[in-house]
């Protein structure tokens, strides 16, 4: 009997021992969600956040109070184990978004631009050796040119000398008929000689490269709390490494109201003759040519030619683009011209279209075929990105987002802070209303040839001189959704 005592009660100590570090265990894990729940405004809707904290308060009192008087252990176990596992995942989650956002914001800091030494496909130069000069446009890219010629000499100790053209157009044409060996290519400019001579990638041969990745200051996320802001939509014509400088293909600007819940997205043709500021030295030039100067300067670009102030940026490239639309299982949209994309030859009739992946880009990227060209193809992608935004703004699973969010990380750059993500979350969450989305875009009169364009000085290129009466209606609506009109 009194070994049953001693035994009963040892099992008792036991029982009482995990118990208390089992309450340990909740206690750091309850105080760590707690405060990453506060300190970054996760579940700041329908007071969900004091809810949550208030069943933990609970949980650990009533655990508490059941160690103490040493009544019903084993229930006391199971409590303490299921809610740990529960506030562990919370916090997980938790810690898994803040380093995703800074995984987002931190290719802001800096940018990458593949420079290379190139020769004539043919040459018997097969080394930078070999060289004794390049030519290379030195007022228009010297910075990036100089890091090239730098990291040659400390490489190979090689002292490369500079014949200085006017552009990398000029040294692409030098190469070709022979009257120069060798040039300097930045990945920047090379699709825009693209544009003059389609096979001009296999008409060269790279002989050396190197990436050229430099700090830079990133615009200020200015707004934490605003009910109304503008966004920056770029998209850029690449595969690679969101932080690859590129031109910007698609730019809107997304002028969203969370109180009206109004969102209006104003496009602005890629050929459209605008002043560049920064690298673009404030001369006129295509629009799409501002992303090579970076995302920086294409946004001071709209927000001159609008007189508006742009709060963020989200840059995507066409590998996010791919990602996001199979993520949220394909959009519908509403097609108003029946036409054949260039890219996968897909056949888009008139009327409702449901779009995959690889269906979503030709519709996005076809031009050619279109009646309107470039501006009916900006009025394509606003129904695609207002499709997304109607399916994300459906969703209402943390962890539906959390995946999205998960899987696009590499291929999204964005200046907005987790702060004025959650809040804008949050708002959302808590309203669960759906978004009224409206487009408008810019017009004007296309030519080619007449106009010239700074950073392809010497190249015939089409070119939109935009209508003014167009571009003070579209700051208009911009300046009325902001004001909640």
């Given at each position: 009997?009194?070994?049953?005592?001693?035994?009963?009660?040892?099992?008792?100590?036991?029982?009482?021992?995990?118990?208390?570090?089992?309450?340990?265990?909740?206690?750091?894990?309850?105080?760590?969600?707690?405060?990453?729940?506060?300190?970054?405004?996760?579940?700041?809707?329908?007071?969900?956040?004091?809810?949550?904290?208030?069943?933990?308060?609970?949980?650990?009192?009533?655990?508490?109070?059941?160690?103490?008087?040493?009544?019903?252990?084993?229930?006391?176990?199971?409590?303490?184990?299921?809610?740990?596992?529960?506030?562990?995942?919370?916090?997980?989650?938790?810690?898994?978004?803040?380093?995703?956002?800074?995984?987002?914001?931190?290719?802001?800091?800096?940018?990458?631009?593949?420079?290379?030494?190139?020769?004539?496909?043919?040459?018997?130069?097969?080394?930078?050796s070999d060289l004794t000069s390049v030519q290379a446009p030195l007022d228009s890219d010297k910075t990036n040119i100089n890091a090239l010629l730098e990291q040659i000499k400390s490489d190979k100790n090689v002292d490369l000398s500079t014949e200085k053209v006017d552009?990398?157009?000029?040294?692409?044409?030098?190469?070709?008929?022979?009257?120069?060996?060798?040039?300097?290519?930045?990945?920047?400019?090379?699709?825009?000689?693209?544009?003059?001579?389609?096979?001009?990638?296999?008409?060269?041969?790279?002989?050396?490269?190197?990436?050229?990745?430099?700090?830079?200051?990133?615009?200020?996320?200015?707004?934490?709390?605003?009910?109304?802001?503008?966004?920056?939509?770029?998209?850029?014509?690449?595969?690679?490494?969101?932080?690859?400088?590129?031109?910007?293909?698609?730019?809107?600007?997304?002028?969203?109201?969370?109180?009206?819940?109004?969102?209006?997205?104003?496009?602005?043709?890629?050929?459209?003759?605008?002043?560049?500021?920064?690298?673009?030295?404030?001369?006129?030039?295509?629009?799409?040519?501002?992303?090579?100067?970076?995302?920086?300067?294409?946004?001071?670009?709209?927000?001159?030619?609008?007189?508006?102030?742009?709060?963020?940026?989200?840059?995507?490239?066409?590998?996010?683009?791919?990602?996001?639309?199979?993520?949220?299982?394909?959009?519908?949209?509403?097609?108003?011209?029946?036409?054949?994309?260039?890219?996968?030859?897909?056949?888009?009739?008139?009327?409702?279209?449901?779009?995959?992946?690889?269906?979503?880009?030709?519709?996005?990227?076809?031009?050619?075929?279109?009646?309107?060209?470039?501006?009916?193809?900006?009025?394509?992608?606003?129904?695609?990105?207002?499709?997304?935004?109607?399916?994300?703004?459906?969703?209402?699973?943390?962890?539906?987002?959390?995946?999205?969010?998960?899987?696009?990380?590499?291929?999204?750059?964005?200046?907005?802070?987790?702060?004025?993500?959650?809040?804008?979350?949050?708002?959302?969450?808590?309203?669960?209303?759906?978004?009224?989305?409206?487009?408008?875009?810019?017009?004007?009169?296309?030519?080619?040839?007449?106009?010239?364009?700074?950073?392809?000085?010497?190249?015939?290129?089409?070119?939109?001189?935009?209508?003014?009466?167009?571009?003070?209606?579209?700051?208009?609506?911009?300046?009325?959704?902001?004001?909640?009109?």
């Amino acid at each position: 009997m009194k070994n049953s005592r001693r035994r009963r009660s040892g099992q008792g100590k036991t029982w009482t021992t995990i118990n208390c570090a089992l309450l340990v265990l909740f206690t750091l894990l309850s105080i760590l969600t707690v405060y990453l729940m506060f300190k970054y405004h996760f579940l700041a809707f329908r007071n969900i956040n004091i809810f949550y904290t208030a069943i933990i308060a609970v949980i650990f009192l009533l655990s508490l109070v059941l160690i103490i008087s040493q009544k019903a252990k084993v229930l006391t176990t199971i409590l303490l184990v299921i809610f740990s596992i529960i506030t562990g995942a919370t916090a997980y989650g938790f810690k898994s978004a803040v380093d995703l956002t800074a995984n987002l914001n931190k290719t802001t800091t800096y940018s990458e631009v593949k420079m290379s030494i190139v020769v004539p496909k043919d040459s018997d130069v097969n080394s930078v050796s070999d060289l004794t000069s390049v030519q290379a446009p030195l007022d228009s890219d010297k910075t990036n040119i100089n890091a090239l010629l730098e990291q040659i000499k400390s490489d190979k100790n090689v002292d490369l000398s500079t014949e200085k053209v006017d552009s990398y157009q000029t040294a692409y044409k030098n190469l070709m008929d022979g009257t120069s060996k060798a040039m300097v290519l930045s990945g920047v400019y090379s699709s825009l000689l693209e544009l003059n001579d389609s096979n001009y990638a296999s008409n060269l041969k790279t002989i050396y490269s190197y990436t050229v990745s430099k700090q830079v200051s990133s615009k200020t996320d200015k707004k934490t709390s605003s009910d109304s802001f503008n966004i920056f939509i770029s998209g850029i014509d690449t595969y690679g490494s969101i932080s690859t400088v590129s031109r910007s293909d698609v730019n809107i600007i997304m002028t969203v109201n969370m109180k009206t819940h109004k969102i209006l997205l104003t496009t602005t043709p890629r050929d459209a003759y605008v002043t560049i500021p920064d690298g673009g030295n404030n001369q006129k030039d295509k629009l799409t040519h501002a992303g090579i100067y970076g995302v920086e300067t294409s946004m001071k670009t709209l927000e001159n030619l609008y007189g508006i102030d742009i709060d963020y940026y989200a840059r995507i490239n066409f590998t996010s683009f791919i990602k996001l639309i199979d993520l949220l299982g394909g959009v519908e949209v509403y097609n108003d011209q029946e036409f054949t994309s260039l890219h996968g030859n897909y056949k888009f009739p008139v009327g409702k279209v449901n779009l995959d992946s690889e269906k979503a880009l030709g519709f996005v990227r076809e031009r050619y075929s279109l009646e309107g060209g470039d501006n009916d193809r900006g009025k394509n992608q606003e129904k695609v990105i207002s499709a997304i935004i109607n399916k994300l703004g459906s969703m209402n699973s943390i962890a539906k987002f959390s995946n999205i969010v998960t899987n696009l990380q590499s291929s999204v750059q964005t200046n907005m802070s987790l702060d004025s993500i959650m809040n804008i979350a949050n708002a959302q969450l808590a309203s669960g209303d759906r978004f009224t989305v409206t487009s408008q875009s810019v017009t004007g009169t296309g030519s080619t040839g007449e106009l010239t364009s700074y950073a392809m000085p010497n190249a015939s290129l089409y070119m939109m001189s935009l209508d003014q009466s167009s571009v003070d209606s579209a700051k208009s609506a911009i300046e009325k959704t902001l004001e909640g009109n």
